[in-house]
């Protein structure tokens, strides 16, 4: 009897100077971080519980048992045990927060340096995985991360993200049901959050890749309004005008894109221009908008002279505006001969720029089949008949199997 009494007045003389050395620090909580430190992390919680029923306005006992959740949550992990380390981070994340209403002044930076440990860590182990395209294992870690810190919607983000590039290398039917689980990830975390631009943006491009773009246009008409200058949401918006077909449409943010880059700063982006330009010279194309094509192409070119496939698509816009303007020029002949006449000068001066574009490209590309042929169609319609033969005969002759 006298021993064991002995023995437990060590034990409370041992916690005592302790909490004289931590300051007002309890003998449960000193005694839970030794727990914490022999790795018995249910009983560093268990005897805080007992502490908080003296004393239930001590921050420091809530953020050690958030201290315990998490190495228990590691813990777990180790074990392959995810839905246990789940539960442990979310137990974690309510302790922490615990103290810090408690005591905002003195455990706000502590809380936030832990919280964002649990949450980094997962986060960094669910973007390894996603590198190495381990699906299964990058999403096991990035919900792990958002049980880890709720407040951050990076988690959630990149599960969608990740499911979206999935689906676009699956098959039709797998990605169709990539995107709608991505589609329903993405409404779980708007339901509490529908400020989150970035989240719409992606629900709106989902939406889009569904052909769902009624809905997708609605989200980013009103995403626009405030974000007109974001130059990846204006890209996922030409995803949405080319499947609706409205290339005009789409060609003229493609312009805007390039405008933004060049009035930055950042010389990254000069390098994206020439591609830009390209796409809007595309676009203005199927909208047969030949002379706004031409323009976009042309300014392609001056980022790179010697893009020869860019040069080729320049050469053919040429010859098929030309063709179209000299198609008008009969029946105005009959109805409005001044206007007949102004057509026929114009197209004249476009189709003597293909001839331009063609000659540079045939010491350019003088292998390319296609250049000779629209070159020698173009100088046909020039009444150019010798050149038209020259250039008709390289044609065949490149054509010809070897």
């Not at 959740?69 to 992990?77: F, G, K, L, P, V």
């Not at 996603?130 to 096991?140: D, L, M």
């Not at 409205?246 to 933004?260: H, K, M, N, P």
Request: glycine share 4%; net charge negative; with cysteine.
């Amino acid at each position: 009897m006298t021993n064991h009494r002995v023995t437990l007045l060590t034990v409370t003389m041992a916690l005592l100077c302790l909490a004289i050395f931590t300051g007002c620090r309890s003998a449960h909580t000193t005694s839970a971080i030794l727990y914490i430190e022999q790795e018995q992390y249910q009983k560093a919680i268990d005897v805080i519980d007992e502490g908080l029923q003296y004393n239930p306005d001590d921050p420091e006992g809530y953020y050690y048992q958030g201290e315990a959740y998490s190495r228990m949550a590691q813990h777990s992990i180790d074990e392959n045990d995810y839905p246990g380390a789940s539960l442990a981070f979310k137990s974690a994340y309510l302790k922490y927060n615990q103290s810090r209403e408690m005591d905002p002044e003195n455990m706000t930076d502590r809380v936030v340096e832990s919280l964002e440990i649990n949450y980094k860590n997962t986060l960094r182990e669910g973007q390894s995985y996603w590198r190495e395209q381990h699906y299964e294992q990058a999403e096991g870690f990035f919900r792990l991360a958002f049980a880890a810190l709720p407040d951050s919607l990076e988690s959630i983000k990149s599960i969608a993200s990740m499911k979206i590039q999935q689906a676009e290398a699956s098959p039709p039917d797998t990605a169709i049901m990539l995107r709608e689980d991505a589609l329903d990830l993405l409404d779980q975390v708007l339901a509490g959050r529908p400020e989150a631009y970035r989240l719409q943006a992606d629900k709106a491009y989902v939406l889009t890749q569904l052909n769902r773009t009624d809905e997708a246009q609605v989200i980013y008409d009103m995403l626009l309004i405030e974000h007109g200058d974001d130059t990846d949401l204006l890209l996922d918006v030409v995803g949405l005008y080319s499947k609706q077909q409205r290339y005009s449409e789409a060609g003229d943010l493609f312009l805007q894109v390039a405008a933004i880059y060049m009035d930055d700063t950042d010389s990254e982006n000069d390098s994206k221009l020439k591609g830009l330009y390209s796409e809007a010279g595309y676009n203005y194309q199927m909208a047969n908008d030949y002379p706004r094509a031409l323009d976009a192409y042309g300014r392609a070119n001056e980022q790179d002279d010697e893009d020869t496939q860019i040069m080729v698509m320049r050469q053919q816009l040429y010859l098929q505006y030309g063709q179209e303007l000299m198609g008008q020029v009969p029946e105005l002949m009959q109805t409005d001969p001044a206007r007949s006449q102004e057509l026929e000068a114009q197209a004249k001066v476009i189709l003597q720029r293909g001839v331009d574009v063609g000659n540079a490209l045939s010491n350019l590309a003088p292998n390319n089949a296609d250049v000779f042929y629209y070159l020698a169609s173009t100088q046909a319609l020039l009444g150019d008949t010798a050149a038209y033969e020259e250039n008709m005969a390289r044609y065949s002759e490149l054509n010809e199997t070897p």
